[in-house]
Every structure is written in C-alpha cells, then in structure tokens.
C-alpha cells in the first residue's frame, strides 16, 4: 500500500465554548472528567501546505468521556490561494500522552469541493495524523491519500 502527503495543516485554536466544565482544567488532568463527559467547541484556523495551499478555518466540536477518550468531529472550510473553496470534515480520536501537555491524533478526512482543479479530493476519503500541544494551543496534521 502506498501513501501519499498531499498537504499538512497547522491551527491555532482561537476560541472555546465550553457547556459547564473547564476544558484546560481535564485536558491537563487537575479536574476528573464530569461522568457524562464534556463537550468544547473549538474555533480553529491556520495555514494548509502541500498540494492543497490556502486557509483552513473551522470548528472542531471536541469531546471528552469519562474515560478519558477525545473524540474529534471538525468541520471547516479550506480556501485556497486561488480563492476556491474545498469543503473540510474530519472525525477522528486522540490519545493524550502521559505526563505531556501533547494529544496524539488520528482523523479521517473528507473533502468535497466542484471546483475542477481540485476535483481529485472527492474521489476517496484522506486520514491524517499529529499532534494537539495543549501548552500552545496548536495543532499539526499531516495529511495522506491511500
């Protein structure tokens, strides 16, 4: 099987919603995870790189159970530097590292877009892998096509 990087992406997280518990608080384990878990909306935008260049800006709807899993649903927009738009959704999990304020992450992208010059997106879905550093608020995915 072979794999190829058809671009990265790096966000910063530019805003939380969160529905009555401190997301900064259980991500770094000074508070348990309430037993119904918790859910933070998560505003993020940065750069995308590779063979897709342009913005991605988008909301990652994050949840926390209670034992401890994150489940990622992110949906946003990319906008190209040539002004087109691809349609971005990722679901995915993270894992956070022991004694580390870093949150391994794996996703399964999709992207759909009309635009002919990047028609090639929609033929099958792309996974991604990186890490979320919760001591910067930063976010870094390397994107692949199977």
Same mark, same amino acid.
Request: charged share 25%.
């Given at each position: 099987?072979?794999?190829?990087?058809? /671009?990265?992406? &790096?966000?910063?997280?530019?805003?939380?919603?969160?529905?009555?518990?401190?997301?900064?608080?259980? #991500?770094?384990?000074?508070?348990?995870?309430?037993?119904?878990?918790?859910? /933070?909306?998560?505003?993020?935008?940065?750069?995308?790189?590779?063979?897709?260049?342009?913005?991605?800006?988008?909301?990652?709807?994050?949840?926390?159970?209670? &034992?401890?899993?994150?489940?990622?649903?992110?949906?946003?927009?990319?906008?190209?530097?040539?002004?087109?738009?691809?349609? /971005?959704?990722?679901?995915?999990?993270?894992?956070?590292? &022991?004694?580390?304020?870093?949150?391994?992450?794996?996703?399964?992208?999709?992207?759909?877009?009309?635009?002919?010059?990047?028609?090639?997106?929609?033929?099958?879905?792309?996974?991604?892998?990186?890490?979320?550093?919760?001591?910067?608020?930063?976010?870094?995915? &390397?994107?692949? #096509?199977?």
């Amino acid at each position: 099987m072979s794999y190829e990087k058809i /671009f990265e992406y &790096d966000l910063d997280i530019t805003g939380v919603t969160d529905y009555g518990a401190d997301m900064e608080a259980i #991500l770094t384990g000074r508070e348990s995870v309430p037993l119904q878990g918790a859910q /933070f909306d998560l505003s993020l935008a940065g750069p995308v790189k590779g063979r897709v260049t342009g913005t991605l800006r988008g909301v990652d709807y994050l949840r926390v159970r209670p &034992d401890g899993r994150r489940e990622l649903e992110l949906r946003g927009t990319i906008e190209t530097d040539d002004g087109s738009r691809i349609a /971005f959704s990722a679901e995915g999990v993270g894992s956070p590292r &022991d004694g580390e304020p870093i949150v391994e992450l794996a996703v399964k992208i999709d992207l759909l877009t009309a635009v002919a010059a990047y028609s090639w997106v929609n033929a099958k879905p792309a996974w991604g892998s990186g890490y979320a550093n919760l001591a910067t608020n930063k976010i870094h995915i &390397d994107v692949y #096509l199977h």
